[in-house]
């Protein structure tokens, strides 16, 4: 019976996935196998002996000690792709906003309080609404920052509207790459994306290289009157950069014309060239839902077959089930170690039947399929093999 606890209001279409004879799920869990939560931040709550996975139903694992939980050996989850419908929807409604002056157009409806005459209302808005007049998207450039799930769709939808596409992206995988449309043209660096682009979207995740990518310098390449959109993380885009920019265009036409971002901060407010939400990016019921339920198949996965896929600390690793016993380990990424273990199973006529070793960055995964269950005498003689951090039998 594996236990999983879970912190915030995780869906039942993903809680559902967890079947009931074979899991436990609670919110009050003293030894958990795993956690499933949302924004729930962990950094200071010790991490339980027993744990072995962490999944986070959402894009960003910033709410939770990578480092830590690594040298703890255990892996961290997360679901990148599973809100991205959600996200592109919003920033399609960002674009048109940021295109159109909607949202001055209806403040003013509304402010029309003292008038009680329909047709009277009817001439005045007639005459007035050329001061909310605004441009089509058809044939515009779009720049799009990270080309990953949600910007490979971003893109997609920008071609469908009519628009040009342009993309850059630092770390572009191979199955990112497979899935870009071929009419994105891609630009070598930041810079030359945005001396380009009339409209800018950002779709990084915020790690080291990426956090406070958009700066004044950055700005400096700035296409004249360009709208940058930002439904990505709030420390990608330095907001102080940003209002610099904004004042620039406003005294000579030079800089950014509007900023439109789900990261509200004090320094923004009160502008009538900021569009500034809640962080509603993925906040669809949709959306919500996709997140729980990848998050509860990736955890059901691994701690059943001991298979890896997305994680933010652990390499991607899988191998089909075999008759016999399953064995996983986890060791610092040293030479040596694997066959230091094999030689274990060598000493006690154990045949491994079938493995797989992954590495990422300082740690090593691996996945062996065993003829016999070891003993309670040789996993502890794995476990004392320098540099192993964490073994476990799957049956």
């Not at 592109?88 to 001055?104: C, F, N, P, Q, W």
């Not at 809640?278 to 959306?287: D, F, K, V």
Request: net charge negative; hydrophobic share 45%; with cysteine.
């Amino acid at each position: 019976m594996f236990k999983v606890k879970t912190y915030n209001a995780i869906s039942s279409k993903g809680l559902d996935r967890f079947e009931r004879d074979s899991y436990e799920v609670a919110s009050e869990i003293s030894t958990p196998d795993a956690y499933i939560l949302r924004s729930h931040k962990l950094h200071d709550e010790e991490i339980p002996p027993t744990l072995l996975a962490v999944a986070r139903a959402g894009a960003g694992v910033n709410n939770v000690p990578i480092e830590a939980y690594t040298k703890a050996g255990v892996v961290a989850f997360n679901t990148p792709g599973a809100n991205a419908n959600a996200v592109k929807e919003l920033v399609m409604a960002g674009l048109l906003l940021g295109s159109r002056d909607i949202t001055g157009g209806m403040s003013y409806v509304q402010g029309l309080t003292e008038m009680t005459d329909a047709g009277e209302m009817g001439k005045l808005l007639e005459k007035e609404k050329k001061r909310f007049a605004g441009s089509e998207l058809y044939g515009r450039t779009l720049g799009v920052v990270g080309l990953g799930a949600i910007g490979s769709m971003v893109a997609e939808m920008a071609l469908a509207m009519g628009m040009n596409v342009v993309g850059f992206d630092p770390a572009l995988s191979v199955e990112a790459a497979w899935r870009l449309p071929s009419a994105v043209e891609r630009m070598e660096n930041l810079p030359s994306l945005l001396s380009r682009s009339d409209f800018i979207t950002i779709h990084v995740p915020a790690i080291a290289p990426t956090i406070n990518m958009v700066n004044a310098e950055a700005l400096k390449s700035i296409k004249p009157g360009a709208i940058l959109l930002n439904f990505a993380r709030e420390s990608i885009v330095n907001a102080e950069a940003v209002v610099e920019s904004l004042d620039l265009c406003a005294d000579n036409s030079k800089g950014l014309a509007m900023y439109i971002c789900d990261f509200p901060e004090p320094i923004l407010l009160s502008r009538s060239d900021v569009l500034a939400m809640p962080h509603i990016g993925a906040s669809t019921a949709e959306a919500e839902e996709n997140c729980a339920v990848m998050a509860a198949d990736q955890l059901k996965d691994y701690l059943e077959n001991g298979n890896i896929k997305n994680s933010v600390n652990f390499p991607a690793i899988r191998m089909p089930r075999t008759e016999g016993t399953r064995l996983t380990f986890v060791n610092e990424n040293v030479s040596g170690v694997l066959g230091n273990v094999l030689s274990v199973f060598t000493e006690n006529d154990i045949n491994v039947k079938d493995m797989v070793n992954k590495s990422r960055d300082d740690v090593a995964y691996n996945i062996l399929d065993l003829e016999l269950t070891p003993s309670d005498e040789v996993i502890a003689a794995i476990e004392s093999v320098e540099h192993v951090m964490h073994v476990r039998v799957l049956g």
